[in-house]
């Protein structure tokens, strides 16, 4: 049997996928934890109604914050990944919605009514798009969460008018309470530790991965992964829809590599952990379970294609042909 050093405690990947591929469908949240949906959904509303008494920038960012510090959490003890918050459905996604269409009616009324004519006629497709974007992994991953932070606080500190004061504000604001979630994650990963000593080791390396991310910039693979995984999922609720993941290998091989020079990892930890993540994105979207494979190239430094066998070895893993799952 091929050596796994970091994943060998506990139940493999293979014993487990099956079921943390329904995860989503009935999540473990700590019920002590925070808000119940409907509590969540009465001060969110009470907040939303502050619309007019603060700037939009200033609400949207409070709005998420809101979320974040008092959604229910909780950690599954077969998961090696956190992410599970109970941020009541599409909140985030329906308030924006409710700007847009706000604007669509008013300031850019021309712009939507150019839209709408080339969806009737056929010419084109398109919308006001508040949905697709491109995040800065490497400097994410780079900087990490603190980064960021005293990026942003040095950024407040020589702000010269009061629109750059109002954005780095927001920004210090948001990024405070995503320290916070992962703060909150990882004390439900030590009681998951507790809870389930099976499952023990997978749950202390959890919550030491989540308490070194509130520290410092990811240095192991592991860190990065969760890191990535974490930060899609507050875009993801927050509403946007489609987002670039950049080159998986340029973003995360650095990480791998040098866990592999150092002992932490073997080529069979990479192989429990990538498709893990892939399946955690692929059981929240049911169209993407219907997709047989997913392409990943290989990239030079520089970012072009090549021909060629993946890097990393857990990318063996994750070329194979996806099967549709019920």
Known sequence: MTERKFTAAGPSYDQVKDRLFDQYVNP????ASGLDTPALQAGFAALAGEDGRMSRLELRSRLFCYVLENARVGVDPEDWFADHFDHGGDLMTRHRETWRREYAEGSLHESAEILRRGSRTGSFSAELDLGHISPGWRFLLREGVP??????????????????????????????????????????????????????DR?????????ALQKQPPSTLYEALQLAYLFHQLIEFEGE????????????GPF???????????AEDAKELHPLLL?????????????????????????NRSGGAPVLPGYGALLRAQPARP
């Open 256 to 266: 791998y590599e040098a866990d592999l020079a150092a002992g932490r990892i073997t």
């Open 28 to 31: 473990r949240f700590d019920e």
């Open 279 to 303: 399946d955690e994105v692929l059981c929240q979207y049911p169209r993407l379970r219907q997709r047989q494979k997913f392409l990943l190239w290989r990239s030079d430094r520089r970012g």
């Open 203 to 211: 749950m202390e390396k959890l919550a030491a991965c989540l308490a």
């Open 241 to 252: 829809l489609v987002r670039s993941t950049g080159s998986f290998e340029l973003n995360f």
């Open 147 to 200: 980064g960021i932070l005293a990026a942003a606080q040095t950024a407040l500190e020589s702000a010269a008018d009061p629109a750059a004061c109002e954005f780095y504000s927001a920004v210090i604001r948001t990024y405070t309470s995503f320290l916070s979630l992962m703060g909150r994650l990882e004390a439900q990963a030590r009681k998951a530790a507790q809870a389930y000593p099976v499952f023990s």
